[in-house]
C-alpha cells in the first residue's frame, strides 16, 4: 500500500472557512464513507477540547483523489500556538491559504502566513466565499500579493498559484467568471502544486513526535512524520528524549489517515503522516527512531507556553 502522498496544511483566518472547505473535500472525494468503522480515539481528542472550549490540536484528515492519498493538516490560526504552528508546518511540504473575498488578509492570515514562508513553503491561495462577494474577488488576491512582498516572500512564493470559489457551493474555479460545479480545480491545483514528500524508506527509522494525543485505551499517542526509514506496528523502536536518553520501546499500534478517523495500518514509508501508540515518555520535538541506529532529529523549539494533557 504505498500510494502517491502529498502532504498539505490548510491555513486561514478563522472564520474564513476552513471547516467547510474541508468538509467539502471530503464529501466530493468520496472514498470514505460515514458508515466505515471508527477504529479508536478521535471521540477522546474531540471530548478533551469540548472540555477546554477550543480546538488546541491539530487535525488531521486524509482523502483520496485520483489514486494519490492527500494529507490535510489543520492549522490553529491563534498567535498562542505559534510553536505548534511551526510544528505543524514542519510535516507538510505545501499550504493551502484560504482568504475570504470580502475581507481579504486578516491578522491570523498573516500571522500564519509568515510561518509558512519562513519555513519555505509556496502557498496556493484560495479565495473563498465568492459567492457572496461584494467586490471583484481579484482584489483579495492583490492584496494576498501585497502581504506576501511585506512578509518577505522570495519571487518563487510571489508566483503563487491562487483559485477562486465557495466551500459552502462546493466549486473551485481558475477565474472568477469560469463556470464550475466542484472542487476538482482545487484536487488538481493541490497534486500538482505541492511537492511530493522526500525522505528515503530504506534509511534508519525517523519521526519526529509532533503532536500528542491521549486515548483511554491506547495511552499517549504520538503523532508525526515519518521523516526517514519505514515504521512496522509490533517493531522495536527507541525515542530519542529531548535530554540525549534513549528509551527503546515497541509499537503498539500504528494508524494512518483516511477521512477524520484513524485507521489501523501495517507499515508506513518516509513521507506519511501516522499516528502510534507504545511510546508513554515521548514529549512534543523528540525522535522516534531505529534501536539499532537512534539518530535524533533537531528538535523544534516549542515557544508557547506548555500545553500538556493532564
Ligand atoms: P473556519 O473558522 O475557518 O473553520 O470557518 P468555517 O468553515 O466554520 O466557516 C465560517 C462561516 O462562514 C460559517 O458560517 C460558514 O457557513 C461560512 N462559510 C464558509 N464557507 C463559505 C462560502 O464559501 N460562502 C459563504 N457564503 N459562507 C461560507
Known amino acids: 500500500m504505498s500510494l502517491p502522498i502529498r502532504n498539505v496544511a490548510i ?23 460515514e458508515n466505515e468503522e471508527v477504529p479508536d480515539c478521535v471521540m477522546d481528542s474531540n471530548d478533551l477540547e469540548r472540555e477546554r472550549g477550543i480546538t488546541i490540536l491539530s487535525k488531521n484528515t ?32 505545501g499550504c493551502l491559504l ?10 491570523q492570515t498573516r500571522f500564519v502566513l509568515k510561518k509558512a514562508l519562513e519555513k519555505g513553503l509556496r502557498p496556493i491561495i484560495f479565495v473563498n466565499k465568492i459567492d457572496r462577494a461584494r467586490q ?29 470559489g465557495s466551500g459552502l457551493g462546493g466549486y473551485a474555479k481558475e477565474t472568477p467568471e469560469d463556470e464550475s460545479d466542484n472542487m476538482e480545480p482545487l484536487f488538481s491545483a493541490i497534486l500538482r502544486h505541492v511537492p511530493p514528500p522526500v525522505g528515503d524508506p530504506e534509511k534508519p527509522l525517523q519521526l519526529q513526535v ?3 494525543d491521549y486515548s483511554d485505551y491506547l495511552g499517549r499517542i504520538v503523532i508525526g512524520r515519518v521523516h526517514n526509514g519505514t515504521i512496522r506496528a509490533g517493531q522495536q523502536a527507541a525515542l530519542v528524549k529531548d535530554d540525549g536518553k534513549i528509551v527503546k520501546t515497541k509499537i503498539t499500534k500504528l494508524m494512518g489517515f483516511e477521512g477524520l478517523k484513524r485507521v489501523e495500518i501495517e507499515e508506513a514509508a518516509a513521507g506519511n503522516l501516522i499516528a502510534v501508540s507504545g511510546f508513554g515518555d515521548a514529549n512534543i520535538g523528540e ?6 541506529d537512534p539518530q535524533a532529529l533537531p528538535l523544534i523549539k516549542v515557544d508557547e507556553p506548555t500545553l500538556q494533557m493532564t
Not at 98 to 107: H, R, S
Open 210 to 212: 509532533t503532536t500528542l
Open 11 to 33: 491555513i486561514a483566518h478563522v472564520d474564513h472557512g476552513k471547516t467547510t472547505l474541508v468538509d467539502e473535500l471530503l464529501k466530493q472525494s468520496g472514498t470514505f464513507r
Open 98 to 107: 484560504i482568504v475570504d473575498a470580502n475581507e481579504g488578509p486578516m491578522p
Open 62 to 93: 486524509a482523502v483520496r483523489h485520483h489514486g494519490t492519498l492527500i494529507n490535510i493538516v489543520d492549522t490553529p490560526g491563534h498567535a498562542d500556538f505559534g510553536g505548534e504552528v511551526e510544528r505543524v508546518l514542519g510535516m507538510v511540504d
Open 287 to 292: 525522535t522516534i527512531t531505529d534501536p539499532n
Open 136 to 164: 471583484d474577488p481579484n482584489i483579495a488576491v492583490d492584496k494576498v500579493l501585497d502581504l506576501f512582498i511585506e512578509l518577505g516572500a522570495d519571487d518563487d512564493q510571489c508566483d503563487f498559484p491562487y483559485l477562486f
